[in-house]
């Protein structure tokens, strides 16, 4: 089965913490992918990574940092977190070379920053 | 810019009726398609993927897939109230899946 874990359903952090989402992914899936979700605007692509140590923008990179050591796990990072940062924080895996392929989510982690 | 379109919503239907959800979609050169469910709180769901034009059934839900018009749908039949949720359609070619921002659907007991 299908199984795709995140380090926290709930996190608060202050502002200007170093903030780190841990995503562990048990396919051996080559992609994965963080997502972050606010009310009204849907899913927004972060970053991706289709091989470990590779990592590609997607739409909103700004202010966040990836890091993909080991092809199961992929860590979003938060420098400096900020109020703005405080959303919704879904990580997804695929398997495959191509990365349009079914993406299988975690639970995800809701992230607070004060 | 790619972009997936869905209606917001509420989509309200009654008990054991019908629902019928749309996604528009402007990259032509999509090929794949699928549509996810997502609860209050939780985490995207797969329901179904789909590839091909045409329709693809399973169990009580039927993705219709029609490339030339740059729509997919998903129906519900004998819709429950447990099938009340957010609804996202997402489409892909070559770079990571394009979601919508999802159709609320309310089945009313």
């Known amino acids: 089965d299908v199984k795709v874990t995140q380090s926290s359903r709930y996190l608060v952090k202050r502002t200007g913490e170093k903030v780190f989402l841990e995503c562990v992914q048990d396919?051996?899936?080559?992609?994965m992918f963080w997502y972050r979700q606010d009310p009204g605007l849907g899913l927004r692509l972060i970053y991706f990574?289709?091989?470990?140590?590779?990592?590609e923008k997607g739409d909103i990179p700004e202010g966040y940092s990836v890091s993909r050591e080991k092809k199961e796990r992929f860590s979003l990072i938060l420098e400096s977190a900020s109020t703005n940062q405080t959303s919704m924080y879904l990580c997804?895996?695929?398997?495959?070379?191509?990365?349009?392929?079914?993406?299988?989510f975690g639970p995800g982690t809701r992230l607070t920053v004060l | 810019q790619k972009e997936v379109e869905q209606n917001s919503g509420p989509l309200s239907v009654p008990e054991g009726a019908i629902a019928s959800l749309n996604c528009t979609y402007s990259?032509?050169?999509?090929?794949?398609f699928f549509w996810y469910r997502q609860y209050s709180g939780k985490s995207p769901e797969l329901i179904m993927s789909?590839?091909?034009?045409g329709d693809k059934e399973d169990g009580r839900f039927t993705a219709q897939l029609n490339k030339a018009s740059q729509y997919v749908s998903l129906l519900i039949r004998d819709s429950q109230p447990s099938d009340s949720a957010t609804y996202l359609c997402?489409?892909?070619?070559?770079?990571?899946?394009?979601f919508g921002k999802g159709t609320r659907l309310s089945v009313i007991a």
């Open positions: 997804a895996s695929s398997f495959g070379q191509a990365t349009e392929g079914t993406q299988y």
């Open positions: 396919m051996d899936h080559e992609n």
């Open positions: 990574s289709y091989d470990v140590k590779m990592k």
């Open positions: 990259d032509r050169g999509s090929q794949s």
């Open positions: 789909i590839y091909s034009n």
């Open positions: 997402a489409v892909g070619r070559n770079t990571p899946l394009v």
